[in-house]
DNA sequence: ATGTTGTATCACTATCTGGTGACGAATCAA
DNA sequence: TTGATTCGTCACCAGATAGTGATACAACAT
């Protein structure tokens, strides 16, 4: 028997990783946790406190959202158009979220409870998403856009295909679990990004 | 006693609906059911066969998805622009998910779970986009232009953002709690939608 | 070697769940 | 009135859950 307090912690933090990738949140329990780690429950509330302090450790512990580096698309000196640059960032951020599949379950949960974790991840989106949003609208020469109603539309619709895409393949005639369905999704995107600037400009 | 085989059924029939609309499909079990139509269980098993039973009556009770004519836009003579309808016929489908608290439990159901009540709204509104794909698809006179791509897009953020207005009052700094942030979302809508067809036009 | 501290396990309670068999009582036909 | 059928209640089962008190055992300093 190995008598370690931090290694047992870790598997503690591994289990919850492991069943909510494995087994979704809905399994997600005292019980089923410990039984994952091989470790008895009991340690769970002394070295968490209980689900809550677990799940709150978990959230710290890993990188569940991408960092701004991996989603943030540098303006282009020649292509200035904003569009454009909203455009990458979005589609990056479909990327993104696409590789982690536990950020994805995370994301299915949070739209259906609340609780600790739901709570942080929440607050670190709408933090982040705030940062970026504020990188950008300065770049705006368009004060009639409405940048943050444009990307919460397309963040709202990548989030709900992401969760959605781990359990249906298809989704309006659109392959949502293939690379080559993403393509189309992606061109979208893009397309919607920049002709809702440059219509203005073309009246 | 009231023994009348007819009204228990309509009983529990109508439990199900105050008990998802009140605490979401999680709590909803034989006991919860059983307790709030004030109904002993075992008349589920009797009367429906089981939970699965219940629900496809359930289904069969309900209008969850908007009938057609509640969304469907005539294509004005005049303003003959295939975006402009498609934007229409997106912002119905918001304004009439909106109104339907049900739905949106059992839209946000869909998403961690498949039964037989999600299934059937899955196949239902599945089945219901592509009629309304077929309407429109045929006017399109820009065979590059993906309807399926830009509805699956503007759809899965409706619904998305139908979802999660339930339990969060603001999403990307835009209020989805309320009549005005919706507007600046329809508005949003429209204008993504007709852009996307006009921009290569103004090419 | 001894005792103290920290670490992990066991055993138990209370409560919830889905599911079933036996029984009580109202209704209707004879 | 009798009797069968329909409808509803009760009592229980097995399994799962969250949570807790007592206990075993390893490690280490004295």
């Given at each position: 028997?190995?008598?370690?307090?931090e290694?047992?912690?870790?598997?503690?933090?591994l289990?919850?990783?492991?069943?909510?990738?494995?087994?979704?949140?809905t399994?997600l329990?005292?019980?089923?946790?410990?039984?994952?780690?091989?470790?008895?429950k009991?340690?769970?509330?002394?070295?968490?406190?209980?689900?809550?302090?677990l799940?709150?450790?978990?959230?710290?512990?890993?990188?569940?959202?991408?960092?701004?580096?991996?989603?943030v698309?540098?303006?282009?000196?020649?292509?200035?158009?904003?569009?454009?640059?909203?455009?990458?960032?979005?589609?990056n951020?479909?990327?993104?979220?696409?590789?982690?599949?536990?950020?994805?379950?995370?994301?299915?949960?949070?739209?259906?409870?609340?609780?600790?974790?739901?709570?942080?991840?929440?607050?670190?989106?709408?933090?982040?998403i705030?940062?970026?949003?504020?990188?950008?609208?300065?770049h705006?020469?368009q004060?009639?856009?409405?940048?943050?109603?444009l990307?919460?539309?397309?963040?709202?619709?990548?989030?709900?295909?992401v969760?959605?895409?781990r359990?249906?393949?298809?989704?309006?005639?659109?392959?949502?679990?293939?690379?080559?369905?993403?393509?189309?999704?992606?061109?979208?995107?893009?397309?919607?990004?920049?002709?809702?600037f440059?219509?203005?400009?073309?009246?």
């Amino acid at each position: 028997m190995v008598r370690n307090k931090e290694q047992t912690k870790g598997k503690i933090l591994l289990a919850v990783g492991q069943l909510l990738a494995r087994d979704g949140f809905t399994k997600l329990g005292i019980n089923a946790i410990a039984r994952e780690a091989g470790v008895d429950k009991v340690l769970i509330y002394r070295y968490f406190g209980g689900l809550p302090g677990l799940l709150t450790a978990f959230a710290e512990s890993t990188d569940f959202w991408p960092p701004a580096s991996e989603v943030v698309a540098t303006p282009e000196p020649n292509t200035d158009q904003l569009g454009t640059v909203i455009g990458e960032v979005l589609v990056n951020l479909a990327k993104a979220l696409r590789k982690r599949p536990l950020t994805a379950e995370i994301l299915a949960w949070e739209m259906v409870e609340q609780n600790e974790l739901t709570d942080i991840l929440a607050e670190l989106r709408e933090q982040w998403i705030l940062d970026l949003l504020e990188t950008y609208t300065f770049h705006s020469d368009q004060p009639q856009a409405d940048l943050p109603a444009l990307t919460a539309l397309m963040a709202a619709a990548i989030h709900y295909l992401v969760i959605r895409s781990r359990s249906t393949p298809v989704f309006n005639m659109v392959e949502i679990d293939t690379d080559r369905g993403w393509e189309r999704l992606e061109t979208m995107i893009r397309n919607l990004s920049k002709s809702y600037f440059l219509v203005s400009a073309c009246n």
